[in-house]
Antibody, heavy 120, light 106 residues
C-alpha cells in the first residue's frame, strides 16, 4: 500500500533553515509527481511546491519562492523540502503528497504531516 | 487563480443533501478536485477532474461543473461525513485550494 512518511520538522528560530524529508513506499516512486502542502494552525490548506517525476520541472508557491526548494532522490524514494530564511508565518503542518500523474495536478495520497514551528 | 468556496461552514441533519460551491477567478476547464479533511487527519481525495469519484469513495459524494463554477454534493449526509471540504484547481504549474467548508451535524 502507498505510504508517505514525513520527517525533519521541529522548532526553529526565525531566519534559520530546516530540511524536511518524505520517505515513499508501496509504489513506483520515479513515475509520479510529488507535492508539499502546508496547513497553518487552524487554517486551510496551502500548496507549497511540486516536482515532476524525474525532477525536470519544479514549481513553488509565490509565498515561498526564493526561500524553499523542492527536490527528490529517486534512488532513495525520497522527497525533500529545503526551507531557508524561515519566518513565523511558515509555522504549519507540512504534508507530502503523491500526484495522480507524472506532473502536478491531483494529490491522491498524503502523508500524516510534520509540524514546523518558527519562533524565537 | 483564486478559488472562492462557499459557504465557509454549514450545519445539516443526517440524511440531508449538502451542496458546496467553488468559483474560479478564470476558466479552468474541468481542472478541479475536491478533498475531505477530518480533524487531526491528512486530507483525502474524493473527486478529481470535477466529476470523477476517486477509488473507494462512496457514491453519495459527487461533483459537477466546468469553466469557473463547480459544485460538490453529499447525497444523504452521514455522521462520518463531518469534516472540512476543500476544492483545488490545477491550472498548472501552480495549484490553489479554496478556503474550505466545515460541515457539521445539526
Amino acid at each position: 500500500q502507498v505510504q508517505l512518511v514525513e520527517s525533519g520538522g521541529g522548532a526553529v528560530q526565525p531566519g534559520r533553515s530546516l530540511r524536511l524529508s518524505c520517505a515513499a513506499s508501496g509504489f513506483t516512486f520515479n513515475i509520479y509527481g510529488m507535492h508539499w502542502v502546508r496547513q497553518a494552525p487552524g487554517k486551510g490548506l496551502e500548496w507549497v511546491a511540486v516536482i515532476w517525476y524525474d525532477g525536470s520541472n519544479k514549481y513553488h508557491a509565490d509565498s515561498v519562492k526564493g526561500r524553499f526548494t523542492v527536490s527528490r532522490d529517486n534512488s532513495k524514494n525520497t522527497l525533500y523540502l529545503q526551507m531557508n530564511s524561515l519566518r513565523a508565518d511558515d509555522t504549519a503542518v507540512y504534508y507530502c503528497a503523491r500526484d495522480r500523474t507524472s506532473a502536478g495536478t491531483t494529490l491522491d495520497y498524503w502523508g500524516q504531516g510534520t509540524l514546523v514551528t518558527v519562533s524565537s | 487563480i483564486q478559488m472562492t468556496q462557499s459557504p465557509s461552514s454549514l450545519s445539516a441533519s443526517v440524511g440531508d443533501r449538502v451542496t458546496i460551491t467553488c468559483q474560479a477567478s478564470q476558466d479552468i476547464s474541468d481542472y478541479l478536485n475536491w478533498y475531505q479533511q477530518k480533524p487531526g487527519r491528512a486530507p483525502k481525495l474524493l473527486i478529481y477532474d470535477a466529476s470523477n469519484l476517486a477509488t473507494g469513495v462512496p457514491s453519495r459524494f459527487s461533483g459537477s461543473g466546468s469553466g469557473t463554477d463547480f459544485t460538490f454534493s453529499i447525497n444523504s449526509l452521514q455522521p462520518e461525513d463531518i469534516a472540512t471540504y476543500y476544492c483545488q484547481q490545477y491550472n498548472i504549474p501552480a495549484l490553489t485550494f479554496g478556503g474550505g467548508t466545515k460541515v457539521e451535524i445539526k
